[in-house]
């Protein structure tokens, strides 16, 4: 994956946590991620498509979820469910959106979002991808986003 | 999601378990899918984009993706490492694929295939989605293709 991908997908999400949560995100140093290191207990994923191929990995604790579901929602959330599986794929969805058009030169198209919950899951990208994973802290816990993506 | 849309994925499941894997699929009821039902050990993910947007999830069994892993790497496998990873991510991509070219009037690109595992995920597909799950078996174990698409 070039260097050059990495910023739109850093600032998309400050942006999108700042626009819809009304809440900085601390970024972290990026590194570059392999299967065996494991997700946080939330994943929103979406496919991107077009003169690049990739895929976009919001993960969050499940503290991060379950507050920024809350906040979106307008109310107190204990439990991870449904809500916060769609809440954690709509801020998928933005920062994909956010990122792509900013990479307009790779005039890539979204897929639907979805979202994995389980304690101890592992997203493996493709051996060739080199996938960078960025990670974030914001006022409810730790938040990575992850990316892969290749001409 | 359209019933018309499911036969492609069902088809393409088959088609690639024949000649890949030179072993026959053997289906059962499709169901509508919903989060709660947790997935197979090891799902391979991708994304399809285009004048429908979707998400592909080939969901296999500890056991089916080791045996198909192994019968594409012609060895056998004992755990579930980035080979066999990648090997699930690969038979993923085909499968969409083969479903997309059947659905040429949508026009659709795939994304990067991704492949989740652990014990207990759940895939959650947007609420608006009703995606549909096909389960499957093989001879080294059970298979599901799971599908949601939207115009």
């Not at 942006?15 to 949560?21: A, D, I």
């Not at 979406?46 to 906040?71: P, Q, Y």
Request: with cysteine.
């Amino acid at each position: 994956m070039k260097v050059e991908y990495i910023n739109p997908f850093l600032a998309a999400a400050i942006s999108v946590f700042n626009t819809m949560l009304k809440t900085p995100l601390t970024r972290g140093e990026p590194f570059l991620k392999n299967g065996t290191q494991p997700n946080h207990e939330v994943s929103g994923m979406i496919g991107l498509s077009g003169k690049a191929k990739g895929m976009v990995v919001l993960s969050m604790s499940r503290e991060a979820a379950l507050g920024t579901a809350g906040e979106m929602l307008g109310m107190q959330l204990k439990e991870i469910n449904a809500d916060v599986a769609d809440a954690v794929g709509e801020l998928t969805n933005m920062i994909a959106g956010a990122a792509k058009a900013q990479l307009e030169q790779l005039d890539m198209s979204v897929s639907l979002p979805t979202v994995i919950t389980g304690k101890a899951h592992c997203i493996d990208f493709p051996k060739n991808t080199m996938p960078i994973c960025i990670p974030f802290d914001c006022k409810w816990g730790p938040v990575a986003v992850e990316v892969g993506l290749v001409e």
